[in-house]
């Protein structure tokens, strides 16, 4: 694994709902690998990273909805799986150690500044804002580490068989084109009245389905350095402290404009000069031999003299504008120098530069009262200092959002529309456990900042009948509608041997169905396109020719009927390009596959106690179906 990568999924996973826990606090154990101790915290990030990725392709999944028992174990065997690598690194004699880790952690770009460097402020701002441990994070380090010492090797000049390549590569080509039927609900739908007692039935059913995603309130309060500016105040005692700092950088000087070339014998030096005195210019006799004049300055003695030599910038600012020095000799060799701007700069008393002084004195100031400011803040806050004392202290608006969700929406308030600030503090607000104190985040560098805490949570759960009866009337008549589309696309299913007899079933059916689709694609498009492929178009990738097949799609909305009429197997023997794809991609395959081979070999080697009763109440929790969140 890449240390860069572990990073990125690592702060990535905490953009999605975390939840309050309740009563479970992020030190209690899921599980014990070895002897080592896995945290309800590390296990609410790994199942945030994971349900963040599901809903880039699928938005309106529901965080319950997502935690299917499978999915539960999943998360906790990837969890657990890299506590196993540790601990039989540790067995066995592999280490990681404090050096090694430092290294890592000093050598990401994500802690890097504008020049490349390590910024420890900025590394321990990133593990705050994320909510990580510096211990937890190192420990995270050095499991990435134990696993590339170990799963590397396992992989290391992998072959595979070449008909299994040919024939991955082979299928890589297929067209396929058929026909798609779709039987939409809406043709089904009953609009006669429906009891309270079957709604509320079908309620408790698709519970899941209605969740609402915990949501959170953020108060918060916003500053920026002009509230800080205005208290500033630049003195006659800073202004001459400034000025003695940098007396230097006032004082009289001279700078020159040169032309050189340098030549490796004092011989040769001589014989370019006599080349110009006769007539021809620095640069024309630099080119007659083979060389270049080069332009330095304007520049000082002293910066001329680290170029060169202290003899030359002698030689050099002894000289008149337009003449040449005399020759001089550096550790380069022979300078054969022209003098072509002089500029002497006067020297420039306090008053004279009293404005330019003031203005980095101000600046200078503000940042280092706003640091002294925004540490005030956080130490008062570390104190369990409230947040409303804090604002009324300092005079600051404080404002309160109605319960949110992870996105900034606001479900009993359609209107709502987040500020920037709060949606720049979402992440970590829906990272901090219920009473937590709290926090102070820099929204823009070194000018704006943003005070905030959460006053309120409330757990993931379906909002109560009444509030919500229109909707579930409607997904009750589209579930039931659906059920009837259903059984309609089914018998057009099972009528269908041939395109035309799709087409009559069809129109013999008594609806007034979509015109049919005649579709076709190969499966080197569908992977190449950024969009996402129909499904029932990537069905038809999985049949058989000349069969049909049933698809449900979203939300009780439709049926598709898929024809599948052609497959067309495509020429390998024109698509060298092809070939070598699959050969790569089979050995990724191999690859990882073999990796979790290893991995279950580990996992029979080292001890994992797996605490189901507080992963239950974490799921229970997060889902809203524990006894306190109803």
């Known amino acids: 694994?890449?240390?860069?990568?572990?990073?990125?999924?690592?702060?990535?996973?905490?953009?999605?709902?975390?939840?309050?826990?309740?009563?479970?606090?992020?030190?209690?154990?899921?599980?014990?690998?070895?002897?080592?101790?896995?945290?309800?915290?590390?296990?609410?990030?790994?199942?945030?990273?994971?349900?963040?990725?599901?809903?880039?392709?699928?938005?309106?999944?529901?965080?319950?909805?997502?935690?299917?028992?499978?999915?539960v174990d999943q998360i906790f065997n990837r969890l657990a799986n890299g506590y196993v690598i540790s601990e039989y690194a540790k067995l066995n004699g592999i280490g990681a150690g404090k050096r090694i880790i430092d290294s890592e952690i000093a050598n990401s770009p994500a802690f890097t500044n504008v020049a490349g460097e390590f910024d420890e402020e900025s590394f321990r701002a990133q593990l705050q804002a994320q909510g990580f441990a510096e211990k937890d994070f190192r420990g995270l380090v050095a499991r990435s580490l134990y696993a590339e010492q170990l799963l590397t090797p396992v992989t290391y000049g992998l072959d595979v068989p070449s008909g299994l390549v040919e024939t991955y590569a082979q299928i890589t080509l297929q067209s396929r084109r058929g026909r798609i039927a779709a039987v939409p609900s809406t043709l089904f739908i009953d609009d006669k009245n429906v009891s309270d007692k079957a709604l509320q039935d079908f309620y408790a059913e698709k519970a899941a389905d209605f969740t609402i995603p915990e949501q959170r309130s953020i108060q918060y309060a916003v500053f920026n350095r002009n509230q800080i500016v205005d208290q500033v105040k630049v003195t006659e005692t800073d202004l001459k402290a400034a000025y003695e700092t940098r007396r230097e950088e006032f004082q009289a000087k001279e700078t020159r404009t040169v032309k050189q070339v340098i030549l490796p014998t004092e011989d040769g030096a001589k014989a370019l000069v006599a080349t110009i005195n006769g007539g021809k210019s620095i640069d024309s006799a630099a080119i007659d031999i083979g060389l270049a004049a080069s332009d330095i300055g304007p520049v000082t003695k002293g910066e001329y003299s680290s170029l060169a030599s202290n003899a030359v910038a002698d030689a050099v600012f002894t000289t008149q504008q337009g003449k040449f020095a005399n020759l001089a000799q550096s550790s380069l060799g022979w300078h054969v120098v022209q003098v072509t701007a002089v500029t002497k700069v006067a020297a420039r008393t306090l008053d004279d530069v009293r404005s330019e002084l003031q203005a980095g004195v101000r600046e200078e100031k503000t940042r280092q009262a706003l640091s002294d400011f925004t540490v005030s803040l956080e130490e008062r806050l570390e104190d369990g200092i409230s947040l409303a004392t804090i604002a009324k202290d300092e005079k600051l608006e404080l404002k309160k959002t109605p319960l949110i969700t992870a996105g900034g929406l606001a479900p009993k308030d359609r209107e709502f529309q987040a500020e920037p600030a709060v949606r720049l503090v979402l992440q970590e607000a829906f990272q901090l456990e219920e009473g937590s104190n709290g926090r102070l985040k820099e929204t823009t560098p070194g000018v704006e900042y943003v005070l905030y805490d959460v006053p309120q949570i409330a757990a993931a759960a379906p909002p109560p009948f009444t509030d919500n009866k229109p909707a579930i009337l409607r997904a009750y008549r589209f579930s039931k509608a659906s059920d009837e589309a259903e059984k309609l696309a089914r018998k057009l299913a099972d009528q269908t041997t041939s395109a035309e007899t799709l087409a009559k079933a069809a129109a013999d059916s008594g609806y007034n169905l979509p015109a049919i689709e005649n579709v076709g694609a190969n499966r080197e498009q569908l992977a190449n396109s950024q969009q996402r492929v129909p499904p029932p178009l990537a069905l038809m990738f999985s049949m058989k020719e000349g069969t049909a097949k049933v698809l449900e799609g979203p939300a009780d909305q439709v049926w598709y009927v898929v024809y599948l009429e052609k497959i067309d197997q495509g020429d390998l023997s024109k698509r060298p390009d092809v070939l070598a794809a699959a050969e790569r991609d089979i050995q990724a395959a191999y690859g990882g596959e073999l990796q979790q081979q290893f991995i279950s070999a580990m996992r029979n080697a080292v001890t994992v106690e797996r605490k189901e009763t507080i992963i239950k109440s974490v799921i229970e929790d997060l889902t809203g179906t524990n006894a306190s969140g109803g």
């Open 1 to 71: 694994m890449a240390f860069v990568a572990v990073i990125a999924i690592a702060f990535a996973s905490s953009d999605i709902t975390s939840g309050a826990f309740g009563g479970i606090s992020g030190s209690q154990t899921i599980a014990v690998v070895g002897e080592e101790n896995v945290t309800t915290s590390e296990f609410r990030r790994e199942i945030n990273g994971a349900y963040s990725t599901v809903r880039q392709s699928n938005p309106n999944l529901s965080l319950p909805a997502f935690l299917t028992e499978d999915t």
